[in-house]
């Protein structure tokens, strides 16, 4: 599978322990399988460091790497999602359970919802419910260093302008 991750430097041998704690997925080096949404997440750090932006894209063996590793799947917004979301967003969540977690990203078209749920302003029945009209996106979260280097490639960089 061809990933992306956007960013302002190339990065060819990426770190799990280098991620910051209180992402969606916790703490990993974060891919997507969408190209254009690393282009935007590139593009968006490029403009608040006033640098370049960067996609590194990589082949990543993921189901010979699913063969053994620990993986977490959310295939849509729901519940699953939201309060495992939550936990990793107000470091609740302890410890990697997973090697790689898959599932929709919380964005600009979500993290309102998200947020007045995590604020207790919003019930999470109707929070599901807003949730339930969008289609999550895509984003891998490889939190193990074993699978980093076992199952990531680097191919090459792009730089975005």
């Known amino acids: ?9 190339e990065i060819k041998q990426p770190e799990a322990s280098k991620g910051r704690q209180g992402l969606d997925f916790g703490r990993g080096f974060y891919v997507t399988d969408i190209q254009g949404q690393a282009e935007a997440w590139a593009d968006r750090m490029a403009r608040i460091r006033m640098e370049s932006g960067i996609v590194s894209v990589y082949n990543f063996d993921i189901e010979k790497a699913k063969e053994w590793c620990r993986y977490k799947k959310f295939d849509e917004y729901d519940e699953n999602w939201l309060v495992f979301i939550v936990a990793n967003r107000q470091g609740l969540y302890r410890g990697q359970v997973y090697d790689i977690v898959e599932g929709g990203v919380a964005n600009d078209r979500v993290i309102d919802t998200v947020e007045a749920y995590m604020s207790h302003l919003m019930p999470i029945e109707t929070a599901l419910l807003e949730l339930s009209k969008h289609r999550p996106n895509n984003q891998i979260c490889i939190c193990s260093q074993k699978v980093l280097d076992s199952h990531l490639h680097f191919v090459e960089s792009l730089i975005i302008k």
């Open 1 to 9: 599978m061809r990933v992306y991750h956007g960013g302002t430097e």
